[in-house]
């Protein structure tokens, strides 16, 4: 397959897959329209806020399949020989267009989430050590302060430093496309969180406390 038709294939396949507004749908299961309550957003976190912590976690775990599983899918076509991509634009296709559809969903008037969730699915496919040490930021940052918007925003900006540091050191050598795509996705995750920083600033934003949580996904 000609390298050009299989990265389009690829990246509209996922922009697809990471379209479906998995919170959205839960939200019409329950008869409300998760839009119209908490903050707005789609995303795990005003799930668990609306419905509770067990269909937060089920929006979780959903969309972080969206960036998961396309990179594992991709990768099993390439090992099989069904594909010649030594370069592997076929991951770096399935990672943007996961992240896209997340953010830029068809199918709800390209609107959606944050991107935090699915960034992890594929973060975990194809760079688990930086996700190690941003996983660790959020924490400390969550613990710390009890903003989880605060925390995904720390998170984002330590990943691609760390992932860079990892290929300098030879721990995990990640290629120059992979490591500007980690960019990429850290300066939209920081600009999709633009209300929160306003928030943040203006000391109005919501803190994670007996089961709620602030504003993001």
């Known amino acids: 397959m000609n390298i050009l038709i299989w990265v389009g294939l690829v990246a509209a396949v996922t922009y697809l897959w990471a379209s479906i507004p998995w919170g959205l749908l839960i939200g019409k299961v329950h008869g409300i329209d998760i839009r119209e309550h908490g903050s707005g957003n789609i995303g795990a976190t005003n799930v668990r806020r609306v419905l509770g912590k067990c269909w937060g976690r089920w929006c979780f775990v959903l969309d972080f399949g969206k960036g998961f599983l396309p990179i594992l899918a991709v990768r099993a076509v390439i090992a099989h020989g069904l594909v010649a991509d030594p370069c592997g634009w076929g991951v770096i296709a399935a990672a943007a267009a996961a992240v896209a559809g997340h953010i830029w969903s068809v199918f709800i008037g ?91 600033m203006a000391g109005t934003e919501s803190r994670f406390e007996r089961g709620r949580a602030g504003e993001t996904k």
Do not use: C, D, E, M
Request: hydrophobic share 60%.
């Open 110 to 200: 390209f609107r959606g989430g944050k991107g935090v969730s699915t960034s992890a699915g594929l973060l975990l496919a194809i760079a688990p050590y930086p996700l190690l040490v941003a996983g660790a930021v959020w924490a400390a940052f969550f613990y710390s302060f009890r903003y989880v918007s605060l925390a995904s925003i720390a998170a984002a900006v330590i990943l691609p430093l760390a992932a860079t540091l990892f290929s300098l050191a030879g721990i995990q050598v990640l290629p120059v496309p992979i490591l500007i795509l980690l960019t990429v996705l850290a300066i939209l995750s920081v600009f999709r969180h633009r209300s929160n920083i306003k928030r943040l």
